[in-house]
């Protein structure tokens, strides 16, 4: 059987290895449009930080590796663009060369996750506007910290990820505010009242809690030095954003899946 497995990070690379355990006979290909593949995504806000030191601590295997520990092919920086299901193929591009070729399954397994929102407004292609999703987001606002190029920085959104971007980024010595749209950090995860403490506690540690205010953009010359709200500007020399995710399907459009 011919199983070809979209996405290569958590959940692509267990169903891979564990469909190689059960049937060694079964042909299996991973198509990834990362170059990397099992990396631990909860560690990338702590590698901004260097509390991981290196960036070999966060990925898990290299695609060579796990190839040869599982008999997986795995084909990286190649995105799935279409599936047709009535013929059992994809059509995938090679994010190296432009070139798209063809993939044949018998069954097709889709892990392609999500990437983060970003909102449409000004001056989101400005440098050092970044989000939090892969080793080279991380590896880049850490660099950028480390140039001394990164004083003050503006954390868009106040769940899991951006509190822990903010923590990372006042450990390095930068001025951070978070901003939210809702009322209290955290609001999917605690009540009101232990919202408050959490952002009694950022204060305490130097991170700025602005809540119950919108993302209108950023200013700059070339680079990030202001972020706009729908309450006022701050100055800032970075903007992160972790607003949250949208599921990568868009690829799927017209494959009735």
Same mark, same amino acid.
């Given at each position: 059987?011919?199983?070809?497995?979209?996405?290569?990070?958590?959940?692509?690379?267990k169903?891979? @290895?564990?469909?190689k355990?059960?049937?060694?006979?079964?042909?299996?290909?991973i198509?990834?449009r990362? +170059?990397?593949?099992s990396y631990?995504g909860?560690?990338?806000?702590?590698?901004?930080?260097?509390?991981?030191?290196?960036?070999?601590?966060?990925?898990?295997n290299?695609?060579?590796?796990?190839?040869?520990?599982?008999?997986a092919a795995?084909?990286?920086?190649?995105?799935? #663009?279409? &599936?047709? %299901?009535?013929?059992?193929?994809?059509?995938?591009?090679?994010?190296r %060369?432009?070139?798209?070729?063809e993939?044949?399954?018998d069954?097709l397994?889709?892990?392609?996750?999500?990437? =983060?929102?970003v909102p =449409? #407004?000004?001056?989101?292609?400005?440098?050092?506007?970044?989000v939090? +999703?892969?080793?080279?987001?991380a590896?880049?606002?850490r660099?950028a #910290?480390?140039?001394?190029?990164?004083?003050?920085?503006?954390? @868009?959104?106040?769940?899991?990820?951006g509190l822990?971007?903010?923590?990372?980024?006042a450990?390095k010595?930068?001025?951070?505010? #978070?901003?939210?749209? @809702?009322p209290?950090?955290?609001p999917?995860?605690?009540d009101p009242?232990?919202s408050?403490?959490?952002?009694?506690?950022?204060a305490?540690?130097?991170?700025m809690?602005?809540?119950?205010?919108?993302?209108?953009g950023?200013?700059g010359?070339?680079k990030?030095?202001k972020?706009l709200?729908?309450?006022?500007?701050?100055? @800032?020399?970075?903007? &992160?954003?972790?607003?949250?995710i949208? =599921?990568?399907?868009?690829f799927?459009?017209?494959?009735?899946?």
């Open positions: 059987m011919k199983v070809l497995v979209l996405g290569g990070v958590a959940a692509g690379t169903v891979a @290895a564990k469909l355990r059960e049937d060694r006979s079964c042909e299996v290909t198509l990834t990362g +170059r990397d593949i631990a909860c560690g990338l806000p702590y590698y901004v930080g260097d509390v991981i030191h290196e960036k070999s601590e966060l990925i898990v290299t695609p060579e590796k796990f190839a040869a520990l599982t008999g795995v084909r990286t920086e190649t995105e799935a #663009v279409a &599936v047709h %299901t009535d013929r059992h193929t994809v059509e995938a591009k090679d994010l %060369t432009g070139a798209v070729s993939y044949g399954y069954k397994v889709i892990a392609t996750g999500a990437s =983060p929102f =449409p #407004v000004q001056g989101l292609d400005l440098k050092n506007v970044f939090m +999703r892969t080793p080279d987001d590896i880049g606002l660099e #910290v480390e140039s001394g190029e990164i004083k003050r920085a503006v954390v @868009a959104g106040g769940g899991f990820i822990e971007v903010a923590e990372n980024l450990a010595g930068v001025k951070t505010t #978070v901003i939210d749209f @809702a209290h950090v955290l999917n995860f605690l009242e232990l408050e403490y959490v952002e009694n506690r950022m305490d540690e130097g991170i809690p602005v809540t119950g205010v919108s993302l209108e950023a200013e010359s070339g990030v030095e972020v709200t729908s309450k006022r500007g701050y100055k @800032a020399d970075a903007l &992160v954003l972790a607003i949250g949208r =599921p990568n399907t868009g799927l459009e017209g494959s009735g899946i």
